[in-house]
């Protein structure tokens, strides 16, 4: 025992000390919330959509990054062990490569990209929705049926109707409304540097299959309400396309950002460009500089974020050092606390649609967002905050309203979501268009349930003899896997589910051993741990709703594992001490495994390498591991 704790102990010292050298002068720190090329293509079709003329030099560096990501085969994938490459995001990097000027369709890399495109249906296969919005704004293809069969006239039906637009998840709305809006006037924008792809299709209209019987029973749904709007048809669609308008710019944020995510920005102004705004317009000139404004430069290039995960790798790396006995008296943990209680929200966002009566405290994700908290930025920044607030009272106040907000926030089924309350509406998740089964609501999930949990118990005192906190713990013992396992929808996926939801459990229930479910779950990730003694497992596990392993172990899953298991053994175990080596192992490590995504956006369609997450998870499960058995 001595020997492997003498051995954390040092790997801890490293991994903190590093850490503190890495902080910003105002407490921060700021680590890459890296999401592909997605984002960098779409930011370059924009600025030359926009004929922006000053931008060159941040065009070479995204169509660099770009063609570097391409693989030998001429595709782009979202994750290294992404089988046939990834058709909607190939043809997104074509199309951004083309409109840099850098590129022609004679070179070499896009005649590559040429032949994978056509061999997988050609252009019309595109099945992501951004993809198609992008390629019809761009006067490429026509607007899918999909979209243009949804009425705008949607977002005039009172709350009392079934299907109206506040019953689809807040990230829905904010990428829906600037679509509807361009879909129903067929908006098309075409300038000197739009390409031309009859390269890549193979047929001129593709057609689409006629809507499945759930789709079309959530369509006539959907028309029954809207017949039933009192007024002229030509005044109540002029009436929704002003709504939606007004939707877009009642959520921008200082910084020009539509919510604080770039590619709902990009439609954003593309939508704006469709009503008639010119394109010097100061909206339209606050939006580009928000977009630019994410941009950060990796070792692989400059890339743009979707949103900057500031606030939240802040907030962990904050409680991470406390953890690793930093007290909150050191000069990093105030620089760090303070920053993050200036940027507690305090003012209503439309999570108060469905949760209207409590006072604003939560937190989001990066710091231009002061209007669309979520539940689990909320607890890491309360993890960050709680000893400052048993002595300050400016802490404690800012505690006990993060406290409040997150516990009004528990879903009517007990678990918790990650941004509004009881956004849960199956019918929604019908929507002819991909992706929407996980992005049109925002149900009770796992991992939200799990961390909440792990928050409550270990830092609120709270335990499971406490209704609320019994219902979340039945939340998640219903919706555990036969296998043991539960499925996270914010990292991947099936290893991270379990960590969550273990940790979580372990930390309300009084005796542990009394909950089959906690020895179920302990006993999956025995049987999955890879025989070098970590954890590793695919992206691909997300879209086919079943573990998938990776073949190789990752930094931050084994650690998710690690952690999850120290928080069920009340002594070490040979495969925990494997474990803990694999980790340290790992962290000194370079090959491709340490910089796989483990983090989720929408299944098939968006991932995330947090250049964060080898610091902090690993510093918090050594650090757990040592606090609990090095004693």
């Known amino acids: 025992m001595g020997n492997i704790i003498s051995e954390i102990n040092e790997e801890i010292q490293r991994l903190a000390s590093n850490v503190v050298r890495q902080q910003y002068p105002d407490g921060s ?12 293509a779409y930011t370059i079709i924009l600025i030359r959509v926009l004929e922006i003329e000053n931008e060159e030099a941040l065009i070479r560096q995204l169509h660099d990054r770009i063609l570097g990501a391409q693989h030998p085969e001429g595709h782009w994938q979202w994750y ?168 877009m710019r009642d959520r921008i944020e200082a910084d020009g950002t539509l919510y604080s995510y770039a590619s709902c920005t990009f439609l954003m102004v593309l939508a704006f460009l469709s009503l008639g ?29 979707n949103s900057p995960s500031t ?5 962990l790396l904050a409680y991470a050092l406390q953890e690793a006995g930093a007290t909150e008296q050191y000069p990093e943990i105030r620089k760090a606390s303070s920053y993050l209680l200036e940027l507690q929200h305090r003012k209503p966002g439309d999570w108060t649609w469905h949760n209207p009566n409590p006072v604003p405290g939560g937190w989001g994700f990066s710091e231009t967002n002061t209007i669309n908290p979520d539940v689990d930025d909320t607890t890491a920044a309360l993890r960050a905050i709680q000893k400052l607030a048993r002595s300050d009272s400016t802490y404690r106040e800012s505690w006990n309203r993060g406290l409040n907000w997150v516990l009004s926030m528990q879903n009517r089924d007990g678990g918790w979501p990650a941004f509004e309350r009881n956004v849960d509406q199956q019918l929604l998740t019908l929507v002819a268009i991909e992706g929407a089964k996980s992005a049109a609501i925002d149900p009770s999930e796992a991992d939200l349930t799990g961390r909440t949990l792990e928050y409550l118990g270990s830092f609120a005192g709270l335990n499971e003899r406490h209704g609320f906190v019994k ?47 906690i020895r179920k779950g302990a006993d999956w990730l025995l049987r999955i741990q890879n025989d070098d003694g970590g954890w590793g497992e695919s992206c691909s596990s997300d879209r086919q709703r079943r573990y998938v392993p990776l073949g190789k172990s990752t930094p931050s ?42 983090g989720a956006g929408l299944p098939g369609h968006f991932y995330v390498r947090y250049h964060s997450y080898n610091s902090i998870w690993p510093l918090l499960a050594l650090s757990h591991y040592r606090n609990k058995y090095g004693k």
């Not at 993809?131 to 243009?148: N, V």
């Open 29 to 40: 720190w700021r680590y890459c919330f890296e999401n592909g090329v997605s984002i960098d």
């Open 80 to 247: 290294r062990d992404e089988k046939n490459g990834n058709l909607s995001l190939t043809v997104e990097a074509y199309c951004a490569l083309l409109f840099s000027r850098f590129s022609r369709t004679s070179d070499a890399p896009l005649q590559k990209a040429e032949r994978y495109i056509r061999s997988q249906g050609g252009l019309g296969k595109t099945a992501n929705i951004l993809t198609r919005c992008m390629l019809a704004a761009t006067g490429q293809t026509k607007w899918p049926l999909s979209l243009t069969s949804i009425p705008l006239e949607m977002l005039l039906l009172p709350d009392s109707f079934p299907i109206n637009f506040f019953e689809f998840s807040g990230y829905s709305r904010v990428h829906l409304a600037p679509i509807l809006i361009m879909a129903h006037r067929h908006y098309s924008a075409r300038t000197g540097d739009t390409p031309e792809l009859d390269a890549i299709r193979t047929e001129r209209s593709p057609s689409e299959a006629r809507p499945s019987r759930g789709v079309q029973e959530w369509l006539d749904r959907l028309q029954v309400g809207v017949s039933k709007l009192i007024g002229a048809p030509k005044a109540l669609h002029e009436s929704a396309l002003a709504k939606a308008e007004k939707f």
């Open 277 to 305: 705004y010119g394109k010097r317009h100061p909206l339209i000139t606050q939006a580009v500089r928000g977009l630019i404004g994410m941009s950060f430069r990796t070792e692989d290039g400059t890339t743009i974020q």
């Open 311 to 315: 606030v939240w790798d802040t907030a």
């Open 471 to 517: 219902k979340a713990v039945d939340w998640l013992n219903d919706h555990q896997e036969e296998d043991g396992s539960w499925y996270g929808r914010w990292g991947i996926c099936y290893i991270y589910g379990t960590w969550a939801a273990l940790t979580g459990l372990t930390s309300v229930t009084d005796s542990p051993k009394r909950h089959d479910s």
């Open 557 to 598: 899953q084994t650690a998710w594992a690690i952690d999850a298991l120290v928080s069920v053994y009340p002594e070490p175990t040979p495969a925990l001490n494997q474990g803990i080596r694999r980790l340290i192992a790992l962290l000194h490590d370079n090959d491709w495994p340490t910089s796989y995504p483990t």
